[in-house]
């Protein structure tokens, strides 16, 4: 069998910031590093991380919760044998952690959902998992645990590994309630001034906006959990940049912005619940991707899970700055595509 050489096609990258975050994860400025074919995005990013050095918090993101998940699918005689299967393994999460501590060192169960359709079992497993984003982790863990579980409940059968319950990389409800990756908000408040000198708008224009464009006319395409004007550009360009799987910016970009009038000055939210990035595994042995994430401060001998952390905050700060951008730019007749002709003309 004849082994293939790796081909890595570059794409072009830039450094843009500094930007000044603040929170629960890290308190820092720095710059991140964007790689995509859109090159209007290093400017517009830019401009949001300018405003970010110019507040007295900068952006603060708050890192809410993180876990991975792989469902799995079982089948049991009838619905009865279902329920009563489901209600057992949910008691017995102790003897559960023991089997998927023999899988990896890092992971563990820390929750289980179910839903029973006819005599199918969608079992959604929840697992911490360190640094990794963890999607092999997970289906290595649920793969010894189904040889237990059959063992255990004889009456059950072997469906599938993967139960689309999960949900990986498709735009899902569940996701978004139960959350898969990290659930991180980023938020800044934006003196009016600096609003209008740098931004180039009014806090209300701002505001105004969001509702009639997120919210509204993302509710008239039917959005599902999602009110967002480009999060995905970000997203991408941050992911392909520290060597994450590209795909989950389909359920990474759904979230909400949200904005508000303060006293005066603009409050801008972004709300991320499904982040899935990993500071380790797969993805992450090229060389511009280790030099990233050192530069990120994302390779540093702390305890395990912290520099995932750390990035997942890195990103959602920088998905607040092309967003508010953007925003800020579509309160103005024709700034959008002027600097669309500027920039790639």
Known sequence: MKSHKILQAPIPMRWVGPLRISGNVLNDELSVPLATYETPLWPSVGRGARVSMLCEEGIKTTLIDE?????????????????????????RRDDLNAVV???????????????????????????TTGDASGHNMVTNAADRLFPWLLGEYPQLR????????????????VNG?????????????????????RLKTTPEKIVDLNIKKNLIGTLMAGGLRSANAHYANMLLAFYLATGQDAANIIEGSQGVVHAEVRDGDLYFSCTLPNLIVGSVGNGKGIDFVEDNLARLGCREPREPGANARRLAAICAATVLCGE??????????????DAHIRLER
């Open 67 to 91: 876990r991975m998940t792989r469902s799995i699918l079982l089948e049991a005689p009838d619905a009865l044998a279902a329920h009563q299967a489901v209600e057992s393994i949910k008691a």
């Open 101 to 127: 501590a023999q899988s990896s060192r890092f992971a563990q169960l820390i929750d289980i959902h179910s839903q029973i359709v006819g005599n199918l079992i969608y079992l959604r497993l929840e697992f």
């Open 158 to 173: 072997y469906s599938s590994i993967s139960a689309n319950y999960c949900s990986d990389k498709k735009a899902t409800a």
């Open 177 to 197: 309630i139960l959350g898969r990756g990290k659930y991180v908000v980023s938020e800044i408040l934006i003196p009016r001034a600096l609003c209008e000198r």
């Open 324 to 337: 508010l951008s953007l925003l800020a730019a579509q309160t103005n007749p024709g700034e959008l595509m």
